[in-house]
Nanobody
Framework: QVQLVESGGGLVQTGDSLRLSCAAS????????MGWFRQVPGKEREFVAG????????YYADDVRGRFAVSRDKDKNRLSLQMNTLKPEGSAVYYC??????????????????WGQGTQVLVSS
């Protein structure tokens, strides 16, 4: 089992930056991928950014590429998401997720078996 706890959400203005963190505990270090997803009421949870844990190779959704940066600290079992130039449509609950050790598509929601409780991000216009 892997436990994930997100932090860093909040209320910001359009154009501001915010950094989310995800602390992993339990049977860590064995996950193939970790990622960030977001969800708004009435819509499906969507992929935002993720990476392959061993080498840090990042993946991004098209609408955040160039503005967001995903990174990990292997020693601290921590995943981060630096979000720059935030837009109102970025308002959502952001979730951290981790996969099992088997190789899986990093961008697919179905690849992830462990989820955090989420952290709210609100971007005012």
């Amino acid at each position: 089992q892997v436990q994930l706890v997100e932090s860093g959400g909040g209320l910001v203005q359009t154009g501001d930056s915010l950094r989310l963190s995800c602390a992993a505990s339990g049977r860590t270090g064995r996950n193939y991928a970790m990622g960030w997803f977001r969800q708004v009421p009435g819509k499906e949870r969507e992929f935002v950014a993720g990476l392959i844990w061993t080498d840090g190779l990042p993946y991004y959704a098209d609408d955040v590429r160039g503005r967001f940066a995903v990174s990990r600290d292997k020693d601290k079992n921590r995943l981060s998401l630096q979000m720059n130039t935030l837009k109102p449509e970025g308002s959502a609950v952001y979730y951290c997720a981790a996969s099992d050790p088997d190789q899986v598509p990093v961008t697919d929601r179905g690849s992830y078996v462990y989820w955090g409780q989420g952290t709210q991000v609100l971007v005012s216009s």
